[in-house]
């Protein structure tokens, strides 16, 4: 049987709009996906460091492994539908701000008190999101990767 390449073309039509829905879809459900609270899951974020961060993190003095613990142990996470977004740290302060996802490099930008923020989501399938921070400049986080669960 001979296929007439001229019956092919509606497919290709086809299959090029269903790709661009469904590539579509998948921003939506990415920014769905993130609406809600995430809690800090620290002991998982300490424990899937690699070699060399954990090699960084033992000589960090003991002082600064606190500090960095009572940052983030217990820190949430909240990502409004309108695009608000608040960090709420252990020991009540909240930090207010604005969020937008990018689809182009799967980051979210966070804007807060005239700075501006950027984590690579290296993993969304809630409850779990993982998410890298996106080192700017000379500093560079020691824990390259925060767990989060969805509340």
């Known amino acids: 049987m001979k296929i007439n390449k001229t019956h092919m073309k509606p497919i290709y039509a086809l299959i090029i709009v269903l790709i661009t829905s469904v590539m579509n879809v998948t921003a939506q459900t990415v920014e769905e996906q993130l609406i809600g609270a995430w809690s800090c899951s ?3 974020s300490l424990n899937k460091m690699s070699v060399e961060s954990k090699t960084a993190y033992d000589k960090v003095p003991d002082v600064v492994k606190q ?6 142990n217990g820190q949430t ?5 309108d695009g608000s977004y608040q960090q709420i740290f252990p020991n009540g302060q909240i930090i207010q701000g604005i969020w937008t996802f990018n689809n182009n490099d799967n980051s979210i ?3 807060s008190q005239g700075n501006q923020n950027k984590q690579i989501i290296t993993l969304l399938a ?3 999101l993982i998410i890298k921070p996106h ?3 000379m ?3 020691i824990v390259q990767q925060w ?5």
Not at 147 to 151: D, F, L, Q, S
């Open 42 to 44: 620290y002991q998982e």
């Open 67 to 72: 500090r960095i613990a009572a940052s983030h």
């Open 77 to 81: 996470l909240v990502f409004g539908s």
């Open 109 to 111: 930008e966070i804007s």
């Open 126 to 128: 809630p409850p779990v």
């Open 135 to 137: 080192n700017l400049g």
């Open 139 to 141: 500093g560079k986080s």
């Open 147 to 151: 767990y989060y669960t969805k509340n």
